[in-house]
């Protein structure tokens, strides 16, 4: 089985400042990796995903993640943020044999407050 | 291309009573997924339909929850008598294909158990 760990629930942080959120994960077997965004009232939007390939992976809203497969972790960064990147973020991962394609099992979330 | 249509957008029930969730995929996606949002939780994995056939029920409540896909029409999530632990948001997903591509997610349901 899989899980995802968001490690910080709430992270402050000042406009233009750099932000890291953190994800580890746990799983016997290959996985993909997700992280989504969720505005308030809002469905979630794919920021970017690692399937293959580089480690390190590019999104939208000039967010990026890095997957380090020994130490099981999809961390997201963003080398400036800005008042609007204030939402909830979300690392998933799925297995990526066989089962449900969109079976993805996701963290607690970690809530981005960006403060002018 | 309009995206993940789920209706209503909230909807408030009282106990004991019946809730219908509705959800309709991306044009020419045939797989639809349901997940379960609790305050202050990431979303659960609940339900994964192609069209007339449930494949994954693994993360459904043994009673009380249903869920359907049939060939016409949209994706339908009912809970029956309702209860107050109920109260959440319910997001659908929809995709192509299995395989790599992501799912694209509706902006919720979001009900009320008064």
């Known amino acids: 089985a899989q899980s995802v760990t968001q490690l910080d629930s709430q992270v402050p942080v000042f406009e233009e400042a750099p932000v890291e959120l953190r994800c580890n994960y746990s799983?016997?077997?290959?996985?993909?990796l997700f992280w989504y965004v969720q505005y308030p009232n809002q469905g979630l939007q794919l920021l970017l995903k690692?399937?293959?390939?580089?480690?390190l992976v590019k999104g939208i809203n000039g967010f990026e993640a890095e997957f380090n497969k020994s130490q099981t972790s999809f961390h997201l960064r963003k080398p400036s943020v800005h008042i609007s990147d204030t939402a909830e973020y979300f690392c998933?991962?799925?297995?990526?044999?066989?089962?449900?394609?969109?079976?993805?099992?996701f963290g607690k979330g970690t809530k981005l407050s960006v403060k002018p | 291309n309009a995206g993940v249509m789920q209706n209503p957008r909230h909807l408030v029930r009282r106990r004991g009573q019946e809730a219908r969730l509705r959800c309709s995929p991306m044009k020419g996606h045939s797989h639809v997924y349901w997940y379960r949002q609790l305050p202050e939780e990431g979303l659960k994995f609940m339900v994964y339909?192609?069209?007339?056939?449930?494949?994954?029920e693994s993360g459904m409540p043994k009673e009380r929850f249903s869920a359907e896909f049939p060939k016409e029409g949209p994706s339908i999530l009912r809970i029956q008598q309702v209860v107050r632990g109920d109260s959440a948001a319910y997001f659908c997903?929809?995709?192509?294909?299995?395989?790599?591509?992501?799912?694209?997610f509706g902006q919720g349901t979001r009900l009320t158990v008064v």
């Open positions: 799983s016997s077997v290959s996985v993909y």
């Open positions: 997903a929809s995709s192509p294909r299995t395989g790599g591509t992501e799912a694209f």
């Open positions: 690692y399937l293959s390939g580089s480690t």
């Open positions: 998933a991962v799925r297995t990526n044999y066989g089962g449900s394609q969109g079976n993805l099992i």
């Open positions: 339909l192609q069209k007339e056939n449930i494949i994954d």
